[in-house]
DNA sequence: TTGTTCCAGCTTTTT
DNA sequence: GCTGGAACAA
């Protein structure tokens, strides 16, 4: 019994409700900072200790390694056991371990690989290019997010129907194509990894009947962001057995443009008909006005369950509101408020930035770094993706599986070694024509004979150098492998000859490489008896490394809306709120992708804790070209008692070339730059250029409701506001 | 093979 | 207007 109070006396009643419901579907919608990894956490709690649950009785599916990695933590911490053997992971994670365990039933090879979308993009450059297709018609990237979307939706080239429109027709070449190559190559992409476990368990009775006896509660953390393969296999794991517990927020849903299914929060409650649904609406995380105003805004929506949002921690501070005259102001009077709060003695770590576009970053780091600010900027390349990192992996996966296209692509002339574009485009040909791999179509080219003297020797240089280091690696550690390849395979020497520190850091990074094969935990993603080298591959392309370092210096942190998902900081800056940019200007014209940027307005608002500070500027300079943007409907969407406005005009940069000389920079008293006027039939509006002087005085305004004007002064009757 | 020039593209991101 | 990749010249 103590057990029992333990897991939930911390919790208020809802949380409590959900954690002790009687194992069946629960659909948990829990607002942002309402506890809901808390109530997971505990739920999971309750079912090992109360419902006497073996740990292997347990699913748990997540979104990101890092979220898997923290409730993994807080369960082990929670109930003083190791989770180690617990099947906590993302969902490719865990469709990964399906179809390693049951590889032949997925129809897949052994030594199967997984692709991350780099790989990806670049096997459907070269085939679009080898099938001679025009790239401006059929853009390799748009051909990848097709496939992708495609596989997202469970259908395979093999499902559609041929199509009479000539760009669908070679879409779909293209994405038959592919499959092939895949296929030949051993090769797996992120969405393949779970549409084939979902195939995997629809068509091996055996294998489901096995799981759905295993897991008898199945849970998912923010289930708003599943796509239809992935809930699908959700069904298919708990059909018939009532057992699927997600959490999850309608409002917090924003990634419907990579295919999540906003949908299936609401399908679930006619698919699990036995279901009970628990809000969790009690807000820890911020103060009342903050909450306040998220409430406001995302009550535009429409299409929403319904939830409203609460703290009985008190009101706290008003919103700030700071119109800056530009981006370059903007930058600085978010800086200047970040000196103030550390002055104050306040943490920098405390502090984020966000921003809807990654391009928008860039002001504020260079301000940031001239007054001296350490930051972070999140969202960069991460380890495994890394050029040489990437090179060094290429050469461990040919050694594994020759027929790997993808990896032979990439290191067959890196470092260079005299096999060329033109040898490199026969191997093609001959590849394509037989529908054999790059390796055995390099190969038959050897013993075909037909190739020039040092073209032969070049090629089968290579091929000997992958069997021979394949011949060495044989019986050795993984780390030492991993040593080997970095020695051997000739990159560290190519290296040393790129100038500047950039070659230093590459042969750094493959030194940490071959750390992170020592530090890799074999055991942990392992249950069978699989090939060590091969895990360690998979763990490069499902985990690409969060490692960003500088982890421990204390930074403002600096990210985009999407990736600040599910964090909390004390302070938080919300830039560029402007019409064409947040909402961005694709998004306007669509209902449903407009509700999804509030949503991601919402979350970014709720993202702060005691204070939030939103800005906007009045002009800015995009894609080199100067725009006047409008402010964000979403701000009028926020009631004005609870924003203040912040207006402070001392330091205006840019107009430097617009302003004509000194004659008519702003003159003291009447207008300045920046300066808020309001004229009788145009409304509020801010002064951006002034030209002329005495009775040819202009200004230009930017008025909230109409843009931009030019007005003579001598005419337009102006009040300074 | 390397350095240079030219040209398209330009939300959001995890796995 | 900047960036990264691809085409091109030496």
Redesign the pocket.
Same mark, same amino acid.
């Given at each position: 019994m103590d057990k029992n109070i333990s897991l939930i006396d911390s919790l208020n009643d809802a949380q409590r409700l959900a954690v002790s419901a009687p194992n069946r579907s629960m659909l948990i919608l829990a607002g942002a900072g309402s506890g809901k990894t808390r109530v997971l956490v505990h739920r999971i709690g309750w079912q090992i200790q109360v419902e006497g649950l073996s740990i292997h009785n347990i699913l748990a599916v997540?979104?990101?390694?890092? /979220?898997?990695k923290e409730m993994r933590g807080r369960i082990e911490d929670l109930l003083n056991i190791s989770a180690h053997s617990m099947w906590i992971?993302?969902? $490719?994670?865990i469709a $990964?371990r399906l179809l390693r365990r049951h590889a032949k039933q997925a129809k897949l090879p052994d030594t199967f690989q997984?692709m991350?979308?780099d790989d990806q993009l670049r096997i459907i450059?070269r085939l679009v290019?080898s099938l001679n297709i025009d790239?401006?018609k059929w853009?390799?990237?748009?051909m990848m997010w097709f496939i992708n979307a495609q596989k997202d939706e469970g259908i395979r080239a093999r499902h559609m129907i041929e199509p009479n429109d000539i760009f669908q027709r070679v879409q779909l070449q293209i994405y038959k194509a592919y499959e092939a190559i895949c296929d030949r190559s051993g090769l797996v992409?992120? /969405?393949e *990894?779970?549409l084939r476990a979902h195939e995997l368990l629809r068509d091996n009775e055996d294998v489901l009947q096995f799981y759905q006896d295993r897991f008898k509660q199945v849970h998912v953390d923010e289930f708003q962001d599943t796509n239809t393969i992935q809930y699908a296999w959700l069904r298919l794991l708990t059909e018939g057995r009532d057992n699927l517990f997600v959490v999850g927020d309608d409002d917090q849903s924003?990634?419907g443009? #990579?295919g999540a299914k906003i949908e299936n929060l609401y399908n679930f409650q006619s698919h699990y008909p036995n279901h009970q649904v628990i809000k969790l609406e009690q807000n820890y995380r911020s103060t009342g006005n903050i909450l306040k105003s998220a409430n406001a805004l995302i009550a535009k929506n429409d299409s929403r369950m319904g939830k409203e949002l609460w703290t009985d921690s008190g009101d706290g501070e008003l919103i700030s509101l700071y119109t800056a005259f530009n981006e370059q102001d903007e930058a600085y009077f978010v800086v200047e408020k970040i000196r103030k709060w550390v002055a104050d003695g306040g943490l920098r770590q405390d502090i984020a930035i966000l921003? &809807?576009?990654?391009?928008?970053s #860039?002001q504020f780091e260079e301000k940031l770094m001239a007054t001296g600010t350490p930051y972070r900027v999140?969202?960069g390349l &991460?380890f495994f993706?890394r050029m040489e990192v990437k090179n060094a992996l290429a050469y461990l996966r040919i050694m594994s599986n020759h027929n790997d296209d993808a990896s032979f692509e990439r290191v067959v002339?890196t470092p260079? #070694?005299?096999?060329? /574009?033109k040898l490199i485009d026969n191997i093609r040909l001959l590849a394509r024509e037989n529908e054999i791999s790059l390796w055995q179509a390099s190969v038959e080219l050897i013993n075909q004979n037909k190739l020039t003297p040092r073209a032969g020797n070049a090629l089968k240089g290579f091929l000997d150098l992958i069997k021979r280091l394949g011949e060495e690696a044989k019986g050795k550690e993984l780390f030492d492998k991993v040593k080997l390849i970095v020695e051997k395979s000739g990159l560290v020497e190519a290296y040393k000859?790129e100038?500047g520190e950039k070659g230093e850091t590459r042969i750094e990074n493959l030194e940490e490489l071959a750390n992170a094969a020592r530090l890799f935990d074999f055991d942990e993603d392992n249950e069978e008896n699989l090939n060590e080298l091969d895990m360690f591959l998979a763990h490069a /392309? *499902?985990?690409?490394g969060?490692m960003q370092g500088d982890d421990y210096e204390d930074c403002v942190q600096l990210?985009? *809306? $999407?990736?600040a998902k599910g964090l909390e900081f004390k302070l938080v800056f919300l830039v560029g709120l402007e019409e064409g940019l947040f909402?961005?200007?694709?998004?306007t014209d669509d209902v449903g &992708?407009l509700e999804?940027?509030r949503r991601?307005c919402y979350v970014g608002i709720t993202r702060a804790m005691e204070q939030l500070i939103i800005t906007h500027a009045e002009s800015r #300079?995009l894609?080199?070209?100067e725009t006047y943007p409008r402010p964000s409907r979403f701000l009028k969407e926020i009631p004005a008692e609870f924003i203040q406005e912040i207006r402070i005009r001392a330091n205006v940069t840019r107009p430097v070339a617009a302003v004509k000389k000194s004659s008519s920079l702003p003159q003291a008293g009447t207008y300045r730059l920046g300066q808020r006027v309001k004229h009788i039939k145009f409304g509020e509006g801010v002064v951006l250029q002034m030209e002329g002087e005495g009775a040819q005085e202009r200004v230009q305004i930017n008025f909230q409701n109409v843009g931009l004007k030019w007005l003579m002064l001598s005419y337009a009757k102006l009040e300074v506001l």
């Open positions: 997540t979104f990101t390694n890092k /979220a898997a992971g993302t969902f $490719h994670g $990964h997984v991350d979308s450059k290019k790239d401006t853009p390799p990237k748009q992409d992120f /969405a *990894l779970l924003i990634y443009w #990579r921003y &809807r576009s990654n391009a928008q #860039r999140y969202g &991460r993706e002339n260079t #070694r005299g096999v060329g /574009a000859k100038k /392309a *499902l985990e690409s969060d990210m985009t *809306l $999407h990736s909402p961005s200007q694709q998004s &992708r999804e940027e991601l #300079r894609y080199g070209k």
